[in-house]
């Protein structure tokens, strides 16, 4: 296929993307899931799983993939979009961070986040060693000290925007269970991220590189928040007018400053994701983030996230879980998932001194991955750290803890319809 | 490059993208010119004749650019991504677009839109005839029908969205002259479109193919005006909440609509534009386009429209116009444009009895090509309809006419600050 042809390909990918997401969206919104949920399965039944498997030319026509690379497929736009879609919704997430929260209620934030950090983090990282001494499910390249951070990192991680939104949106923000868990998922997540980029780091092999890439990391947050989160800052009066409202400019800036912070981490080996992050975190919570996530949030959730989740998927083949062996690691991955993270978190908010019914909401909320986990085994898979079977059972753990959630909450009579709302809207 | 390398790359040539734009608009404004100017220079800039002129090895490290394809490289995604950044932008402009604008004042609006798109078909076939005859600038396998017929339209291009922004700002969308310029330039617009979709039909150079081009198109305007526009009127209830706000599902189905008419529009040989286009003119004006063009339309025009505006510029070789011939085929060009389009608008708006300086104000209006007119000569330059010397010709036309509506309204004294405004909130 040329430019043009992949071009004309690309809307009627489009097409049935969204209006496959929406499909089982209906069905899923049914079942009293969120959207997010939805769209992490419709990934992976438009991959090799499912379409793939049944109507394999069919797929083949739709999604021209080519593994080697060799040719102009589906991936060459599908995957720059994808990012794209990614770095601007880590943008928005950034923006929407805060840390601060974390000093309120800052022991027993503390107290949760490290019971639910610690719990997966040795469950995965144990489950890693097992797996790498004793299978070949890790690729050759990567070392034991990469799988176990790495395995260890995807256990930790929580759908932090969506269990942000839930609380706001149950009006629990400025309660003592609502910051306990906000600061508790903020420092789990950042702390995941942070055991990425060591592996990420580490995975180039030698260690002038790795210096580089710590360095290069060290260099880079200490540019966003002493040069950057000072200048915009000073800059926002002029971006916004008298009614508050954010300038074309103050947009356009915002996206340049995520571009080049997306650029410059991929560029020194970790990830767009984390330069797109720390971007939005850089931007002083105001008027400036609100009017930025208002007018970019729509379309990257509506439009090119959905991209991401069909890339996703079609890099997920649940058929190499081809052996009972196979479906048991998976059960053990999923099941330290859920002891280590929903069951570790409810203990430690009950032991914080919170009713029974809230600390089992607050263990589902951290249990639940959602799009965070997509992201993180996602860059594995790309960097090589994980194997395909190993990919896919992350997948499945991811889908199985985000839908989890609301059945919980639901049970709990804590109003299902507010966990889909809130999730819908962000993710 | 492999495609993470791409990915990685595409962040740095957003930022690029971004910054240049903004610095060229900084200046542009200062010149009372708007942000659209700036970009289609920028673009310009960006490209062979001028960054690529002066330091040709950045900027092929910046945008690296196969011409045979034969690589992967920056087409690879931003051709994609500027098409689907145009399908967008067209789908808002076909959102806004009312043909029954001209019934209000028939004779008028159908007068001046007459005038104006006679004069500048007739100088364009004609100087296409004779370009055609005398030289080799059209490639060898485009006729002389197809030339003239495209030189034609390109001329009868009206930067339609710009002008009806303007005269909204402006206070006279419901005055006799708001009236008539929208009228007019709606009728312009339409028509050289349907010619455009003509010359791309009859193309691909048999008739069993032409026949099914407009074959195809007039299924698909049936289809989207019979079924597709009673049917999303029907749906528009379940789509908009107690408080007349548009569900994420409402966005999604939009958008679906969009890709479908946009690869619809493709398949069957015309171009994505037109069947975005007309996907948001099937909307029913009311809360649904609204709410699709507020949260779709900052993103697209912030960000995505950029890499179009890039993408043309990579295109375009002003080079290429290496003799004083060739020069002067560009100022016979861009004569014919202005004399065509700007002066007939001006004397048919005076004849119906429009007072001098706003007659003048419709003149320039009408004579901006704007962003549609770099949408029809890209498509013609993709298709091989015209030669990389008229491209660039057509692209000073575009920009030069697009650059002489503010200084004349600021000769006039209707408050060169509206015009500026209200292009840059919709290009």
Redesign the interface.
Same mark, same amino acid.
């Given at each position: 296929m040329?430019? #043009?042809e992949?071009? #004309?390909? !690309? !809307? !009627?990918q *489009?097409?049935v993307i969204? %209006?496959a997401?929406?499909f089982v969206?209906l069905i899923a919104r049914r079942l009293g899931q969120p959207?997010v949920v939805a769209e992490m399965i419709t990934g992976v039944l438009l991959g090799p799983s499912f379409f793939g498997l049944f109507w394999p030319e069919w797929q083949e026509w739709v999604f021209p993939w080519d593994p080697s690379?060799s040719t102009?497929d589906t991936?060459?736009?599908l !995957?720059?979009?994808s990012?794209?879609g990614l770095?601007?919704y880590m943008f928005v997430v950034g923006m929407e961070f805060r840390l601060e929260v974390v000093r309120r209620h800052f022991a027993s934030s503390v107290a949760v986040s490290v019971a639910g950090m610690l719990a997966p983090f040795v469950l995965g990282a144990g489950l890693a060693w097992w797996l790498f001494t004793y299978t070949e499910l890790f690729p050759e390249k990567t070392t034991l000290f990469e799988a176990a951070l790495f395995l260890g990192a995807s256990m930790c991680i929580t759908a932090f925007p969506m269990l942000a939104r839930i609380i706001h949106f149950k009006g629990l923000a400025g309660s003592r269970m609502g910051t306990v868990a906000i600061g508790a998922g903020a420092i789990d997540d950042a702390t995941a991220w942070c055991l990425l980029a060591l592996v990420l780091a580490s995975f180039d092999g030698n260690v002038s590189n790795a210096a580089y890439n710590i360095g290069g990391a060290v260099l880079f947050i200490a540019l966003m928040m002493l040069l950057v989160r000072p200048l915009l800052s000073r800059l926002e009066r002029y971006l916004i007018d008298r009614n508050e409202r954010l300038s074309?400019?103050g947009? #356009? &800036?915002g996206?340049?400053v995520m571009?080049?912070g997306?650029?410059f981490t991929?560029?020194i080996g970790l990830h767009?994701v984390f330069g797109a992050f720390l971007a939005g975190a850089s931007i002083k919570r105001g008027p400036m983030t609100r009017d930025i996530i208002r007018? *970019?949030q729509? %379309?990257? &959730?509506?439009?090119l996230l959905p991209l991401f989740f069909t890339f996703s998927g079609l890099n997920t083949q649940i058929g190499m879980l081809n052996s009972a062996f196979l479906w048991g690691v998976c059960g053990l991955i999923l099941l330290a998932a859920i002891l280590g993270k929903g069951v570790a978190c409810w203990l430690a908010a009950r032991a914080t001194g919170l009713p029974h019914k809230e600390a089992l909401g607050i263990g589902a909320l951290m249990n639940s991955r959602g799009l965070m986990e997509l992201i993180i085994i996602n860059i594995g898979l790309?960097r090589g750290i994980i194997s395909g079977e190993i990919f896919a059972t992350l997948v499945i753990m991811a889908v199985v803890t985000t839908l989890m959630a609301s059945p919980i909450f639901d049970a709990l009579k804590l109003s299902k319809q507010v966990v889909a709302d809130a999730a819908?809207?962000y993710v």
């Open positions: 040329n430019n #043009v992949l071009a #004309v390909h !690309f !809307f !009627f *489009i097409a969204l %209006l997401c929406r969206g959207q690379q102009r991936q060459s736009y !995957f720059p979009a990012q794209l770095a601007l074309e400019t947009l #356009v &800036v996206l340049a571009a080049l997306a650029w991929d560029a767009a007018r *970019i729509p %379309l990257t &959730v509506a439009l790309q819908n809207d």
